[in-house]
């Protein structure tokens, strides 16, 4: 799992560099599905598959900041068909930014 983790995260990665921010979102959203019945994970779920990213991340060989974790973390956890939201929070001045995921809330 920490593997497939890793291959998420660089393909990430390289989206992000490659495509842009922009098109990494809709990458993303083209994952989900408005068909499909979601989940909600619990807590146990979650802590478990956040290790997995954490662990994945001190494999990759650069420094993974919150974006690239936070999505890695939602397009794993959408095909687990679990329900989530990537979240971006972002401060004009001085400019600040962060990432996250929310699941139930």
């Given at each position: 799992?920490?593997?497939k983790?890793?291959?998420?995260?660089?393909?990430?990665?390289?989206?992000?560099?490659?495509?842009?921010?922009?098109?990494?979102?809709?990458?993303?959203k083209?994952?989900?599905s408005?068909e499909?019945?979601?989940?909600?994970?619990?807590?146990?779920?979650?802590?478990?598959?956040?290790?997995?990213?954490?662990?994945?991340?001190?494999?990759?060989?650069?420094?993974?900041?919150?974006?690239?974790?936070?999505?890695?973390?939602?397009?794993?956890?959408?095909?687990?068909?679990?329900?989530?939201?990537?979240?971006?929070?972002?401060?004009?001045?001085?400019?600040?930014?962060?990432?996250?995921?929310?699941?139930?809330?």
């Amino acid at each position: 799992q920490v593997l497939k983790a890793l291959y998420i995260l660089i393909k990430v990665h390289l989206y992000i560099k490659i495509r842009g921010f922009y098109y990494t979102i809709q990458w993303i959203k083209n994952h989900k599905s408005s068909e499909l019945n979601y989940i909600i994970p619990q807590d146990t779920e979650l802590k478990e598959l956040a290790d997995i990213v954490n662990k994945a991340c001190l494999l990759y060989p650069t420094r993974t900041k919150c974006l690239e974790w936070s999505m890695t973390f939602v397009l794993l956890a959408l095909k687990k068909q679990w329900k989530c939201n990537l979240e971006i929070g972002v401060q004009n001045y001085p400019f600040l930014a962060h990432a996250w995921v929310e699941c139930n809330n």
